[in-house]
C-alpha cells in the first residue's frame, strides 16, 4: 500500500492510497486538477473517491475527478453533498471495487452533523474531525458529540495513520503549548513538523500513539490538562478548549 498526501487549494490534503497493483483511492478532492497531475506521474487508476463531508473545500473536485476516471463516489447521506454512487453510514464495511482496498466507516458527528471517517490498511481518513495536534470546528455538532468522536478514533490501533483534511499543525502546536507547557511529546513534535515544514514536506501522516501523547483535545483527562482548565467534567473540559482554540492567535 501506498500513501499520499496531495496539496490542494490553500491548506487542503487530498490523500490517495493505492494497493499494490496501482489501484487507488482519494479521500476529499476538493480540487481535480492535482490529483489528476498525481495520478499521471503515478500511473494509478482511480477506483473510488471517498467524501467525509459536504464541505466545498473536501468535495469540490470530485464530480469531475468521477467524470475523468469513472471512480464511484462514496458520501456520507446528506442531500448538501448532491452526488453519489453510494451512500455510507457508520458501521458499514465497503470493499473498492477492482482493488484490494477496503474501509470501515465511523461517523464522526462534530465538524458537521453527517462528517463520518474511513479506517484501513492502518490509515484513518479523518476530514475535518481529527487533526494532528487540534481537532475540527464544531459548525454543526455539540462538543459533546464531538468528543465522543474523537474517543472513538483514539480507540483505534496506536499504529494507526492519522491522515487529516489539512495542514494546520504547527499552528495547533502553537495553541496547544500554552494549554500543555510542560509536554515533552509536544515539543519534540513541534520541532520535527518546524524542520518538516520548512522543507516543505507534509506533518502528516502522524500516528494514532503521537497525537495521544501532544494534541490536547484527545488529552481532556490528562492530569496536565486537568489543572490547565479546573475541575470540570471532561465534556466542559472540552468545550472550554475548543472554545480557547477558536478565540485563539498566533502572535505574529
Ligand atoms: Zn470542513
Ligand atoms: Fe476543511
Sequence with gaps: MTLLAVPALSDNYVWLLADEAGNAVAVDPGQAAPVQAALARTGWRLRAILLTHHHGDHIGGANELAAATGARVHAPQDPRIAHADLRVTDGLHIDIDASSLAFDVIATPGHTTSHVAYFGHEALFCGDTLFSVGCGRLFEGSAAQMLASLDRLAALPASTRICCGHEYTLANCAFARGIEPHNAALAEREARVRALRARGEPSLPVTLGEEL????????????????????????????????????RMAP
Design 213 to 248: 501523547a501532544c494534541n490536547p483535545f484527545l488529552r481532556v483527562d490528562a492530569p496536565a490538562i486537568v489543572a490547565s482548565l479546573g475541575g470540570t467534567c471532561r465534556v466542559e473540559r472540552f468545550a472550554q478548549l475548543r472554545q480557547r482554540k477558536d478565540e485563539f
